[in-house]
């Protein structure tokens, strides 16, 4: 089995044959070694045959015991755009795997998916707050790739108990609706939040969409 996947990913296959090749990978990922069913994922991915089916598949590694076979998934996922949505649940759930790696992967793919994907933006706000720099990362350009469509999560982030969270919430709002009344006002409140970082950086927020001086002073 390892020999004929190998195969199937670095030589490829007559184009007659993908419909068989495409039941051998998916039997694969039943394989008891880890590589074997890693070496699938990336098979399945680049496999020429209709997006639906290979999401599908794909959708199955995400349950996979291995992280490193989850991750693969996700990141392959995140290239499939609108076609991913089917499997969106999959890469929520993700978001909060116990492996950080798998966490950071989910959060990209579902950020590559674009306002469609809004269903997990909370769950990457959540994210916000992940010790792990690079995740925390990953989950704000995510946000921002979402766009208006995260707006209200964002929002109620604001009100979270970890100021990371807070404080990362006030720049993304900003970034995304600058025009927005709501964004505004809910900047100015965080002026007056109790941590040093989310004050300053609600204040670089209002500077960055140009609100006056006057109108905070006023507000």
Known sequence: MHKLVFTILVHGLPESQNALALDVLAESQNNPNVQVREMAVVAISELPVPAAKRVHLLGR??????????????????????????????LIAGLRDLDVSVRRDCAGAIGRLGAPAQAGAANLVALLGEPDVRTRVVAAESLKRLGRAALSPLLEGLHSRDPEIRGRCATIIGYIAPDDVNVSEALRTALYDTHEDVRRRAGDALDAICIPLSELVTA
Do not use: C, E, H, I
């Not at 992280?67 to 999959?90: C, E, I, K």
């Open 61 to 90: 590694s995400m349950k996979d015991t291995a992280p490193r076979v989850r991750r693969r998934a996700a990141r392959a996922l995140g290239d499939f755009g609108p076609n991913a949505l089917a499997v969106l649940p999959s």
